[in-house]
């Protein structure tokens, strides 16, 4: 595919994400069936001190033997969670606390059959204090894992992923 069309196809896909929650409220986003994450966007608000989230998924193949990580960090600390052995990434839950004003985090993860998560590296920071989170996973490839580590003065985190061809 040419880069203009994939270019065009990535806005399409973007312009059709929506939040899944309101600003300190929480969220369960999961994909469907035989999906996996493949766009993760979030914006912060300094007067609420938190984010909106927004997920769009990616059709792969049939998904399978799937866990719930259950909540991986505590408030105001490092979030450092890799999915277990072969599984990739196809949802979020999270919870805010204003008065931490911070969430904690949760992974839901699944096999893809015939796929073994390979080729993996970690993406740079996605966003900048208070800024705009934008991860595009591109096409054939899938999270595998969420960095991020929070700042009390800024009251907000910075996030990494890693990335994995399947």
Not at 12 to 39: E, H, I, K, L
Not at 83 to 106: A, L, Q, T
Request: charged share 25%.
């Amino acid at each position: 595919m040419s880069q203009r069309l994939y270019f065009l196809a990535i806005l399409m896909t973007v312009a059709s994400a929506a939040y899944v929650n309101d600003w300190d409220q929480p969220f369960n986003f999961r994909c469907p069936d035989g999906q996996v994450v493949s766009y993760v966007s979030s914006v912060h608000d300094n007067r609420r001190e938190d984010r909106r989230w927004e997920f769009l998924c990616r059709t792969v193949r049939q998904t399978h033997s799937c866990t719930d990580s259950g909540y991986v960090n505590d408030f105001d600390g490092p979030l450092v969670y890799t999915c277990p052995g072969n599984k990739v990434m196809i949802g979020v839950h999270s919870y805010h606390n204003n008065r931490r004003e911070d969430r904690r985090f949760g992974f839901y993860c699944c096999d893809v059959q015939g796929s073994t998560p390979r080729d993996c590296y970690t993406t740079d920071y996605v966003n900048d204090w208070d800024g705009k989170l934008t991860l595009a996973v591109p096409e054939g490839r899938a999270v595998k894992a969420a960095f991020s580590h929070h700042n009390n003065r800024r009251e907000d985190r910075r996030w990494q992923f890693q990335i994995c061809a399947l």
